[in-house]
């Protein structure tokens, strides 16, 4: 089993920042990769950005050059780095891990970019 608890999220306005982070516990040496979901109201969950074990990123297009996925093994924690923030990337945000058999996912945590 893989536990994972996100926090970071909050209100920011239209151009700030902010950044989320994803705890990982237990069989966390099974993961082999990770990743950040969204979902808005009244649309489908989709993948933000995701990293492998060995350090591959990709991101989808709406926003690459202003999201940046990273992690520090020694903390067993996944970040998101987001900057220029819109109002379309508000969400709940899901951190999400997958090892050979299955996904884990974390509670999500709220993203509301607005003036």
């Known amino acids: 089993q893989v536990q994972l608890v996100e926090s970071g999220g909050g209100l920011v306005q239209p151009g700030g920042s902010l950044r989320l982070s994803c705890a990982a516990s237990g069989s966390i040496f099974s993961i082999n990769s990770m990743g950040w979901y969204r979902q808005a109201p009244g649309k489908q969950r989709e993948l933000v950005a995701a990293?492998?074990?060995?350090?591959?990123?990709n991101y989808i297009d709406s926003v690459k050059g202003r999201f940046t996925i990273s992690r520090d093994n020694a903390k067993n924690t996944l970040y998101l780095q987001m900057n220029s923030l819109k109002p379309e990337d508000t969400a709940v945000y899901y951190c999400?891990?997958?090892?050979?058999?299955?996904?884990?996912w974390g509670q999500g945590t709220q993203v509301t970019v607005s003036s």
């Open positions: 999400q891990a997958s090892n050979t058999w299955r996904g884990y």
């Open positions: 990293i492998t074990s060995g350090g591959s990123t």
